[in-house]
């Protein structure tokens, strides 16, 4: 700011005031504590309070939450978008749980095994459709209930490992499939 003037035709000081050493200090304590406060809350989470949040949200959750029209390819793309984006929504909720640092590793494994159902959920609803649309000729037909029972058990496996991992946590399945 050299060379500036005032209105009053004074000069501007050469350097800006230093601000307020105390207050910055107060600010510095204030954040220092917070960070604390946060930091000890995180670490008095029980598992019991992470299973009662988790089991909130998921409690009754749907396969979907929307109706939809049956009957066409585009419905049931829309049906498997659904699957989808519920699962998705009810899994950014229990994100916000707080989780004990002694659960974090099974609640990421569990939260992975959900997406995988769901994205697993959502195929399998268009394949089922895409099977029943498919079948015209009486041999097709009769293949038809063989082929059906295979693509509903296709994610047993996946149910299983879920299904361990909510026990070890004890929260319900946050998909609506199981």
């Avoid at 998921?58 to 989808?84: E, K, M, N, P, Y």
């Avoid at 059906?148 to 299983?160: G, S, T, Y």
Wanted: glycine share 4%; charged share 15%; hydrophobic share 50%.
């Amino acid at each position: 700011m050299e060379g500036a003037w005032s209105v009053c035709g004074a000069a501007w000081p050469q350097a800006p005031p230093m601000p307020n050493f105390t207050a910055l200090a107060a600010a510095a304590l204030v954040v220092a504590a917070l960070s604390a406060s946060s930091a000890a809350a995180d670490t008095h989470v029980t598992a019991a309070t992470y299973s009662t949040g988790v089991t909130h949200v998921c409690a009754h959750a749907l396969l979907f939450d929307q109706q939809h029209d049956q009957g066409t390819r585009a419905d049931a793309l829309a049906v498997a978008s659904d699957i989808r984006a519920s699962t998705e929504s009810r899994l950014a909720r229990v994100a916000r749980v707080p989780v004990p640092a002694a659960l974090r590793d099974l609640d990421a494994r569990w939260i992975d095994t959900q997406r995988q159902l769901a994205a697993t959920y959502a195929r399998l609803w268009v394949q089922i459709y895409d099977a029943i649309a498919a079948a015209s000729t009486p041999a097709q037909i009769a293949e038809l209930p063989a082929r059906l029972e295979r693509l509903v058990n296709a994610p047993d496996a996946l149910k299983q490992k879920a299904g361990r991992l909510e026990l070890m946590l004890r929260v319900p399945d946050c998909t609506g499939g199981g």
